[in-house]
């Protein structure tokens, strides 16, 4: 009876070591992914908008067509 008892302890202790591994791999990987969206961020607010067009003065706010 009492090997039993020792090899639930030994299993129960050495599930808690896989858990606290997991979780730190898990927090090193939520890391890694939180800096690569800042990047993502930084690199998409980095891109240049679509040009505005001219609101006032002779170019770009008058075009003559003909059909």
């Given at each position: 009876m009492d090997s039993a008892v020792n090899n639930m302890v030994s299993a129960s202790m050495a599930m808690q070591q896989v858990q606290v591994v997991q979780q730190?791999?898990?927090?090193?990987?939520?890391?890694?992914l939180d800096g690569q969206a800042a990047h993502i961020t930084a690199?998409?607010?980095?891109?240049?908008?679509?040009?505005?067009?001219?609101?006032?003065?002779?170019?770009?706010?008058?075009?003559n067509?003909?059909?």
């Open positions: 730190a791999q898990f927090n090193v990987f939520k890391e890694a690199l998409m607010d980095s891109v240049a908008q679509a040009p505005q067009l001219a609101t006032s003065g002779s170019v770009g706010t008058q075009i067509t003909t059909a």
